[in-house]
Nanobody, 114 residues
Framework: QVQLVESGGGLVQPGGSLRLSCVASGTIASMNFMGWWRQAPGKQRDPVATAHSDGRRNYADSVKGRFTISRSNAKNTVSLQMNSLTPEDTAVYYC????????WGQGTQVTVSS
């Protein structure tokens, strides 16, 4: 019913920046969450940042001040600007949309390494 496609991942040096983007399609409710989660190998998938259609924004403590989430309700898109990246940010990043349940994209790899 809902499809999500992420883009923008890649390899970046510590201190560098990346911008992730996600486009949702299908039956999208007017009120919903969109956001980003990440999962490192052998680790749990954890929320990074979420953005509700009503304007609420939430960030994980580990990314506050470095990452910025933005969304367009009209276009059903969400982006994540990631600055001052560290190796601890290395993970597969998943775009998610919540409207009664969570829908997930396929993920995009972010690797922070020298």
């Amino acid at each position: 019913q809902v499809q999500l496609v992420e883009s923008g991942g890649g390899l970046v040096q510590p201190g560098g920046s990346l911008r992730l983007s996600c486009v949702a399609s299908g039956t999208i409710a007017s009120m919903n969450f969109m956001g980003w989660w990440r999962q490192a190998p052998g680790k749990q998938r954890d929320p990074v940042a979420t953005a509700h259609s009503d304007g609420r924004r939430n960030y994980a403590d580990s990314v506050k001040g470095r990452f910025t989430i933005s969304r367009s309700n009209a276009k059903n898109t969400v982006s994540l600007q990631m600055n001052s990246l560290t190796p601890e940010d290395t993970a597969v990043y998943y775009c998610g949309l919540g409207q009664g349940r969570w829908y997930w994209g396929q993920g995009t790899q972010v690797t922070v390494s020298s």
